[in-house]
């Protein structure tokens, strides 16, 4: 099983229109999770974390569900400019150091439609 | 005001080269890493450094070779450049560390490395 599983889309959706991802996790000790995005050919970049009471930032809410180890990521109102690839990120323990690394999923593609 | 920066910003070579990619961050921040992203836009991680000290070696051929001459630097050196090593290379850094273990945090990436060997 992948440490991080996301559904890779693509997602056509029309502007204005709600959209919603899931992710999933295996290690069930992971602590950190994060959403990232990245537009074609630009790095990642940090859109919001996930606590586990949830959280929202402006249109966008983030919800983390420990029991079932998946993150989802939901996006109001959606804009042209919310078009990039989204990815899931989740904090992995190194057993070796105790260090933690964060792995990626292979992120979910969304277009928005005008 | 470049936070993460990255040279050179292409890089196409042939195979069996010897290539660099350079990597600072003007952050302050305590650790950088190394991360590879293919064809299939997968992004996995390779190396991290926390104050110039090797804390992550993924599961990378040798002929990588990262060296931190200090903590806001961290460039790669590959050898014997292969075909299959052509992707895009990002630099990243952070700030959170606890206790003799480093936490992740928010990451910093550069703007990519496009290598390309032919």
């Known amino acids: 099983r992948k440490e991080v599983e996301q559904d890779p889309g693509p997602f056509n959706v029309p502007e204005g229109a709600t959209v919603a991802f899931n992710c999933t996790y295996s290690n069930s000790a992971s602590q950190s999770f994060f959403w990232y995005r990245q537009d074609c050919r630009k790095e990642p970049k940090l859109l919001m974390s996930v606590y586990s009471s949830g959280n929202e930032d402006g249109r966008f809410t983030a919800q983390l569900n420990r029991a079932s180890q998946y993150i989802s990521l939901l996006i109001r109102d959606s804009k042209l400019s919310d078009s990039a690839t989204y990815l899931c990120?989740?904090?992995?323990?190194?057993?070796?150091?105790?260090?933690?690394?964060?792995?990626f999923g292979t992120g979910t593609r969304l277009t928005i439609i005008p | 005001d470049t936070a993460v920066s990255q040279t050179p910003k292409y890089l196409v070579t042939q195979m069996g080269n010897d290539k660099s990619i350079k990597c600072e961050q003007n952050?302050?921040?305590?650790?950088m890493y190394w991360y590879k992203q293919d064809s299939k836009k997968f992004l996995k991680i390779m190396f991290s450094?926390?104050?110039?000290?090797?804390?992550i070696n993924e599961t990378v051929p040798n002929r990588f070779s990262p060296k931190s001459p200090d903590k806001a630097h961290l460039n790669l050196h590959i050898n014997s450049l292969e075909l299959g090593d052509s992707a895009v290379y990002f630099c990243a850094s952070s700030q959170e560390a606890r206790g003799g273990r480093v936490s992740p945090y928010e990451q910093y990436f550069g703007p990519g490395t496009r290598l390309t060997v032919t």
């Open positions: 990120v989740v904090n992995i323990f190194e057993s070796n150091f105790g260090n933690e690394k964060l792995t």
């Open positions: 450094y926390n104050n110039k000290e090797l804390i």
């Open positions: 952050l302050g921040h305590d650790t």
